[in-house]
């Protein structure tokens, strides 16, 4: 098969590189410049270039694309056979990652594009979200956080039996909500509170919690502030890592945690997250010990079957 390269318009038009088309949209009909770059840095185009049946190479700058753009490449890319997706991006530097398939590719772009568009209205007075690169996380091996993720990456996304003894067994199942989006229900409802969430309310909250909407906690405003998160990520069905920082009711001072949401499938049409959160400074911010994971935990382990519902 020969090579071909195409440039991917903010409208979502494919484009061949030098084609007078594409110079059109650029402006110069005879650059004496890379103008396939030039539209990528500057113009929000994204390069694709079709090395073999088995190879496929994304440039794009995260912070000028269009989300359209995404769109149209997603649905090209989706009918690829390729095995090897190599996108190349812009932050301060140019960066390279190599996915192994189509699904995972879009997924990075995604999650690029979202980390460079941060919406203004996560953060108010009280809570502040700073969106991190998830990806970062699988690199570095200290952080506690990191087993939850690979789990959700080696399940698939599919929310079993497994999924609470594996993080009961990294000391993360106190310290995780388990909540529910339906298709037809924007409004997220809790599954389960692990213990360490009796701020929220009081000592029985974790259990009075269970089917209610996760907006309608005691403390409303933080409530509205989470849920929304929680059915994002569930739609967008792709992991999100933030760094909070809240002033949280019946604690002093403000709050620091690492928040983890990963969207799981389940034998209905319900979307499972789960929010597992490490506080990093703060009145109840966790000793560092020798191990990454944390102290293994040895309460009950709730069924699957009582937290997800089936079909």
Same mark, same amino acid.
């Given at each position: 098969m020969?090579?071909?390269?195409f440039?991917?318009?903010p409208?979502g038009?494919?484009?061949?590189?030098g084609?007078q088309?594409f110079l059109?949209?650029?402006?110069?009909l005879?650059?004496d410049?890379d103008?396939?770059?030039?539209a990528?840095?500057?113009l929000?185009? $994204?390069k694709?270039?079709?090395?073999?049946? &088995?190879?496929?190479s994304i440039t794009?700058? +995260? #912070?000028?694309?269009d989300?359209n753009?995404?769109?149209a490449?997603?649905h090209v890319?989706?009918?690829s056979?390729?095995r090897?997706?190599?996108i190349r991006?812009?932050?301060?530097?140019w960066e390279r990652?190599i996915l192994?398939?189509?699904?995972?590719?879009?997924?990075?772009l995604?999650?690029l594009?979202s980390?460079?568009h941060l919406e203004?209205?996560?953060? #108010?007075?009280r809570?502040f979200?700073?969106?991190?690169d998830?990806?970062?996380?699988?690199?570095? #091996?200290?952080h506690r956080?990191r087993? $939850?993720?690979?789990?959700?990456?080696?399940?698939?996304?599919q929310?079993d039996?497994t999924?609470?003894?594996?993080?009961a067994r990294h000391?993360? &199942?106190?310290?995780t909500?388990?909540?529910?989006v339906? %298709?037809?229900? +924007?409004?997220p409802?809790?599954?389960?509170?692990?213990d360490?969430?009796d701020?929220l309310?009081?000592r029985?909250f %974790?259990?009075?919690? $269970?089917g209610?909407?996760?907006?309608?906690?005691?403390?409303?405003?933080y409530g509205?502030?989470v849920a929304?998160?929680y059915?994002?990520?569930?739609?967008?069905?792709? %992991?999100?890592l933030?760094?909070v920082d809240?002033?949280?009711?019946g604690?002093e001072?403000r709050?620091?945690y690492?928040?983890?949401l990963l %969207?799981?499938t389940t034998?209905?049409s319900e979307?499972?997250?789960t929010?597992?959160?490490l506080?990093?400074?703060?009145?109840?911010?966790l000793?560092?010990?020798?191990t990454?994971?944390?102290a293994?935990?040895?309460? +009950?382990? +709730?069924s699957?079957?009582? $937290?997800?519902?089936?079909s």
């Open positions: 020969q090579n071909e390269t440039l991917v318009s409208e038009r494919w484009l061949p590189e084609s088309e059109r949209e650029v402006g110069d005879d650059p410049y103008a396939a770059m030039f990528v840095k500057n929000g185009f $994204i694709v270039e079709i090395i073999t049946d &088995l190879v496929v794009v700058h +995260p #912070s000028n694309v989300l753009s995404l769109i490449v997603n890319l989706s009918k056979t390729a090897a997706f190599c991006f812009l932050t301060t530097r990652e192994p398939n189509a699904e995972r590719a879009f997924e990075r995604h999650d594009y980390l460079a203004d209205h996560r953060s #108010s007075e809570f979200a700073t969106r991190q998830h990806e970062r996380l699988l690199n570095n #091996s200290e956080l087993p $939850i993720l690979q789990k959700w990456r080696m399940a698939f996304g929310f039996d999924v609470l003894p594996f993080m000391g993360f &199942l106190q310290r909500v388990v909540v529910g339906q %298709p037809n229900d +924007p409004d409802v809790f599954r389960y509170v692990g360490a969430f701020w309310g009081d029985d %974790p259990y009075r919690a $269970i209610e909407k996760v907006a309608n906690q005691p403390d409303r405003e509205q502030w929304e998160d059915r994002q990520t569930a739609l967008r069905k792709l %992991p999100q933030d760094r809240a002033a949280l009711r604690r001072g709050t620091t690492d928040r983890l %969207p799981w034998r209905s979307i499972l997250v929010v597992s959160s506080v990093t400074d703060g009145p109840t911010a000793v560092r010990t020798g990454t994971a944390g293994v935990e040895t309460l +009950p382990i +709730p699957v079957k009582k $937290i997800a519902k089936s």
